[in-house]
């Protein structure tokens, strides 16, 4: 079994910064990609940014220059520095890694950017 724990949401300004957190746990071998997939209010999840296991990214047009993902991958750790913050930036921002053929999700975290 494969749990993810997800830490580092909250509230911030416009322009500011976050670092999301992200810990799988469980029967884990290599994982393929490790990344972050966000949700706001009426829209579809979309992703954000993925690394695979040997350093590829993946990033949204719309965080390009503005967040970095990067893993540890002996200790199954993903994070997300987000600056330079916008009120667009709002969701709930979900952990995801695919290993053996499956994703698997975190519970997720708010990030709200608001004045």
């Known amino acids: 079994q494969v749990q993810l724990v997800e830490s580092g949401g909250g509230l911030v300004q416009p322009g500011g910064s976050l670092r999301l957190s992200c810990a799988a746990s469980g029967t884990i071998f290599s994982i393929y990609r490790m990344g972050w997939y966000r949700q706001a209010p009426g829209k579809q999840r979309e992703l954000v940014a993925t690394?695979?296991?040997?350093?590829?990214?993946n990033y949204a047009d719309s965080v390009k220059g503005r967040f970095t993902i990067s893993r540890d991958n002996a200790k199954n750790t993903v994070d997300l520095q987000m600056n330079s913050l916008k009120p667009e930036d709002t969701a709930v921002y979900y952990c995801n890694i695919y290993l053996s053929q499956l994703n698997y999700w975190g519970q997720g975290t708010q990030v709200t950017v608001s004045s």
């Open positions: 690394m695979t296991f040997g350093g590829s990214t």
